[in-house]
């Protein structure tokens, strides 16, 4: 074996599940508390990455795209909220699933309405657009290993927020009981509002930061909320420290199948055989094991209790 | 009883009548693009009814029924692939397998309720996805074209467009017809008494995850008939057919048709693809419109197009 490649697929696989952790963070918190699902957290993550493309492009600087493209995201996530998706917390799980697939046409048409077909590159600043050294032999991309930082000081932070301050534990009281809370005088829709468009804002920050490495495209956040979906549900819906350890394990397990199972298979299968089966049983590999943590626990790693 | 056919029963009649003559119809007027259109339709229609079954009858929201339509029709397209052209080996195939896939990921599914249940669907059918599009040998991404129909021993000829399009139309009744004796047997009221309370149906003796599984497996065989049928129709098979927006569809048309009610589905489909049609012939941003449509069909349409056709509408 090789271990420079293992330490590098090792970041690989943290890098996309801090990724995933981003998405997945947003589409748990707002089940937790509105009991609402969204497919259109995708769309969000398409959005903010559109929004950096073009400030970076208008600009020049793809930090500013960064700064700009956030509150930017904040407030779709606040209109879409607003205007749609608070009609929705009275309804069913099938509405929903149904009312925000509508969405996600709506937006991908949209972005194809006005940014075109083609999709948009963003270039990285000189500073970050080089490689690291991190042992000897062992060189790993700068960007990508400011995107783990950024994920993991995200998660380190959203964690201390729902812990330690009033928000967090409004949040918390609200996963548990909402109505006793709004009967507490606490303005749960606000409330709803503020976590929805929070919630948008971390999906927009996993897209901007994909944006340079796959470029900015339409549709692109449709495949990868699958797989954010796959993480909160084996981390337990409504779990954010679920979703962190579900992310990085769902990052890490893609992430090596994809890089070492056709080595693997190939100990125990012919030659043929195993370069045949490995891309196939590597793109199916989280599904498997969503499938076997489910079959021995039907609501996931971290459910919350009382749900 | 000689009550005045109600607007239901008319619309359903008169339907029924265009369908058995449409291809009369688009000789005479030389329009064979709308009998393509009436073929993909009846498809869809029979992968609807299918999902109806579970979804409406059931209560169980199945996000990934797009991959039995894809197992189906890649049970045609592999066999004729190695040069297997008989229907009577592709047919059960194409049910045969997708009752396995439903009866597996089923069995997991169905341990769990709600919301989880409609995420895992559409991560099984995600799995199927992903597995088709990296076989290599199948075209992958590319998909695999069908130069040859179904052969069904001289039986019926379905080279011939129009008898295609009879069988199709005959599998859509046979699997209306089917659906309405299980939702009516003894059965079907088990499906639908679990739908309503699940303790209660257990309590009183039954155990509902056989039943439960039993409709997930139906359905799913269903739904790989209608793959089948289109993937005689189209010729080419893709990935594509078993994308997880294609699952979001089929649950749209049978909500928007009127889930649970029999032939919901079948008007749902025929609105969602006439839709569909006006809407891609006027722009070609029609998601624009579509998309906020469904948004405004979930929140203001209750029940259907069956429902208002009843004149029940909320």
Known sequence: MDWTLLVIQMLNGLQLGVLLFLLAAGLTLVFGIMDFINLAHGSLYMVGAYFCATIASVTGSFLLGVLAALPLTFAVGLVLEMLVVRKLYARDHLDHVLATFGLILFFDAATQLIWGPESLSIALPAFLDGRVTLAPGIEFPTYRLVIIMVGLAVAASLAYVVSATRIGALIRAGAANRRMLGALGVDVNRLFTIVFAAGATLAGLAGLMMAPITEAHVGMGNSILIVALVVIIIGGIGSVRGAFIAALLVGMIDTMGRAFLDTAMKLVLSQQNAETAAPALSAMLIYILMAVILAARPQGLFAPKGR | ?314
């Open chain 2, 1 to 314: 009883m000689t009550t005045p056919l109600s607007l239901r029963s008319a619309v359903t009649l008169g339907g029924l009548a265009v369908l058995a003559i449409m291809p009369l119809l688009t000789e005479a007027f030389d329009q064979p693009y709308y009998l393509d259109i009436a073929m993909r339709l009846m498809c869809l229609a029979i992968a609807a009814v299918s999902l109806n079954l579970i979804l409406g009858f059931g209560g169980m929201v199945s996000f990934g029924h797009a991959a039995f339509i894809g197992i189906g029709a890649y049970a045609v397209g592999i066999p004729a692939y190695y040069g297997e052209y008989s229907g009577f080996i592709q047919i059960p195939l194409a049910m045969g397998a997708s009752a396995l896939f439903a009866l597996i990921t089923g069995a997991i599914c169905l341990r769990t309720r709600g919301v989880y249940f409609i995420m895992i669907t559409l991560a099984f059918a995600q799995m199927a996805f992903f597995a088709l599009v990296s076989i290599e040998e199948y075209g992958g991404d590319d998909g695999l074209i069908i130069d040859t129909r179904s052969e069904f021993a001289g039986l019926i000829d379905i080279e011939q467009t129009a008898s295609l399009y009879y069988l199709i139309l005959a599998v859509l009744i046979g699997s209306l017809y089917l659906v309405r004796r299980i939702v009516a047997s003894r059965f079907g009221r088990v499906i639908r008494s679990a739908k309503i309370n699940d303790e209660r149906t257990q309590a009183i003796g039954f155990d509902s995850y056989r039943y439960r599984l039993s409709a997930y497996v139906i359905s799913g065989a269903l739904c790989g008939l209608a793959g089948a049928l289109l993937g005689n129709f189209t010729g080419f098979i893709s990935p594509g057919m078993m994308d997880w927006t294609r699952s979001g569809e089929l649950i749209f048309m049978v909500v928007l048709g009127g889930a649970g009610s029999l032939f919901g589905p079948v008007l749902g489909a025929a609105a969602f693809l006439i839709l569909e049609e006006v809407l891609s012939s006027l722009t070609l941003h029609w998601q624009i419109i579509f998309g906020p449509l469904l948004v405004l069909t979930v929140l203001y349409g209750r029940g259907g197009l069956d429902g208002f056709l009843r004149g029940r509408n909320g």
